[in-house]
């Protein structure tokens, strides 16, 4: 069965520095998508950024990009330049075979940004 | 465009109760799904609908029903409420995102529910 992990409830980080968000997935098809969302204390859930599984390079939006090891199965996040506004709970969630539409999330991590 | 619209943002019931949470989309999007995030378990998968007339359980339909009249539409009823059932709903419609082909879950605010 597919499966997301990610292991760090929190991260700190101080304001413009950079940050790695952890996240492994586990599934034995070789066609999948990796996703990560943001979920300010607002409670909306923001997409950022997507990496399909024979994308040859690492998927970039902005100040977000994604570290992607498909051997390792990991899909990390990483933002550069942290502000104050990406204080947030993230998500990674992969798409499930067969299926475009059906996200697996995992327990998240919360983000804090410090001045 | 609104977007994907829930209501209502917060509904508190009583145990045995039943009622529709709401989901409302303007883009003509035919996948829509709802989720429930609950504490430390990220969100899980409740029913989606691959359009109009077709809906499909997902990871945890047990109480919950819905239907899809119109490609708009898709409510979700609680049948009997259980404060098992408290949690945050979200609501979701999918796009195709034109510089990768990946199709993205695009959020509604989500609706509290609280059962007592």
């Known amino acids: 069965a597919q499966k997301i992990t990610q292991t760090q409830p929190g991260m700190f980080v101080q304001e413009k520095e950079a940050v790695t968000l952890d996240c492994t997935y586990d599934?034995?098809?070789?066609?999948?998508?990796l996703f990560w969302y943001k979920q300010p204390s607002s409670g909306e859930m923001i997409f950022l950024i997507y990496?399909?599984?024979?994308?040859?390079q690492n998927a970039t939006e902005g100040r977000y990009s994604l570290n992607f090891q498909k051997a390792r199965k990991s899909a990390n996040l990483v933002i550069s330049a942290s502000q104050l506004g990406d204080s947030a709970m993230y998500f990674c969630?992969?798409?499930?075979?067969?299926?475009?539409?059906?996200?697996?999330f995992g327990t998240g991590t919360r983000l804090q940004v410090f001045p | 465009n609104a977007g994907v619209t829930q209501t209502p943002k917060f509904q508190v019931l009583k145990t045995g109760q039943s009622m529709t949470l709401q989901c409302a989309q303007d883009?003509?999007?035919?996948?829509m799904s709802w989720y429930r995030q609950d504490p430390g378990m990220g969100l899980r998968l409740i029913h989606y609908?691959?359009?109009?007339?077709?809906?499909d359980q997902g990871e945890v339909p047990n109480g919950y029903n819905v239907s899809r009249s119109t490609t708009e539409d898709f409510p979700l009823r609680l049948l009997s409420a259980a404060p098992s059932q408290t949690s945050v709903y979200f609501c979701?419609?999918?796009?195709?995102?034109?510089?990768?082909?990946?199709?993205?879950?695009?959020f509604g605010a989500g609706s509290r529910l609280t059962v007592l």
């Open positions: 979701a419609s999918s796009y195709t995102r034109q510089d990768s082909g990946a199709n993205v879950l695009t």
């Open positions: 599934t034995s098809d070789p066609s999948y998508g």
């Open positions: 990496q399909g599984s024979y994308d040859q």
């Open positions: 969630a992969m798409r499930e075979p067969y299926n475009t539409d059906k996200l697996i």
């Open positions: 883009m003509n999007h035919e996948y």
């Open positions: 609908s691959v359009g109009a007339g077709i809906t």
